[in-house]
């Protein structure tokens, strides 16, 4: 069965409401509420320690909230954990890898993990390969590869089994400007049939790729918009808007 007729049409693609995590004393992330829908590229930004990666692990079933909830693709992140993986693709910041793995073997590893297998999952991995331009690279071990090469392969397990909800958390660092524009070319070519967020610490990133951005700031969201909204309200600089909402310069 195909992914996508799994989800409820009514529902929108991620729907966060009061979404709360503390670690001891300190509150992660403070009553958050907010929506993506299918065709968004959601930039999540924020300084160090803002809650961005808690949150986003939450979405992704790695940790649970203190109270809130969220639903992924029409399914509850506390009641349905199994059909939330199902329809999300996840990348973290630090991609973990199998160095002596080649990508081929890698991705029918993940394959195995995700239940793709029969016949299936040979045309996945071709696929995915296709679309991430890995096809030269396929037999060699990973650890070989560049960080751009390593990044596509980061986003090509995501990829497999076609999940309508991607989740990127720093998918360009580290990388060289050429390498950054593959990984920025690579979602634009997949946004219109699918909903990103994508964590960033760089604005330029911010401005190039998203069509709206989410600014937290010790847990609490403080700026939801566009980056054109941001970049005005900066008067003229996203950098200069960031400053001012998170410590008053």
């Known amino acids: 069965m195909h992914l996508r007729v799994l989800l409820r049409p009514d529902t929108g693609m991620i729907n966060v409401k009061n979404l709360r995590k503390t670690y001891g004393d300190v509150v992660a992330v403070d009553d958050i509420s907010f929506e993506a829908k299918k065709g968004d590229i959601l930039g999540f930004i924020g300084p160090n ?15 649970e909230p203190d109270s809130g909830t969220a639903s992924v693709g029409g399914f509850d992140i506390r009641t349905q954990p199994v059909e939330v993986r199902r329809v999300l693709g996840y990348v973290s910041e ?22 793709i297998n029969g016949t299936r999952f040979k045309s996945e991995i071709d696929r995915v390969a296709a679309i991430s331009s890995l096809q030269g690279v396929m037999d060699r071990r990973i650890e070989t590869l560049s960080k751009g090469f390593q990044r596509r392969l980061g986003l090509a397990q995501s990829l497999l089994g076609d999940p309508p909800v991607l989740i990127l958390d720093e998918p360009m660092s580290g990388l060289d400007p050429n390498q950054k524009q593959e990984i920025i070319d690579l979602i634009r070519f997949m946004a219109a049939d699918k909903c990103f967020i994508l964590s960033t610490h760089v604005m330029e990133e911010l401005e190039t790729i998203c069509n709206r951005a989410i600014l937290i700031s010790r847990g609490k969201i403080v700026a939801d918009s566009t980056p054109q909204d941001f970049k005005e309200k900066g008067h003229g600089k996203i950098d200069a808007f960031f400053r001012k909402v998170t410590n008053g310069n």
């Open 49 to 63: 320690g803002a809650g961005k990666t808690t949150t986003l692990r939450i979405l992704s079933c790695f940790i």
């Open 94 to 115: 630090k991609c973990p890898f199998y160095g002596e793995m080649t990508p081929r073997w890698f991705l029918k590893f993940v394959c195995d993990v995700r239940g």
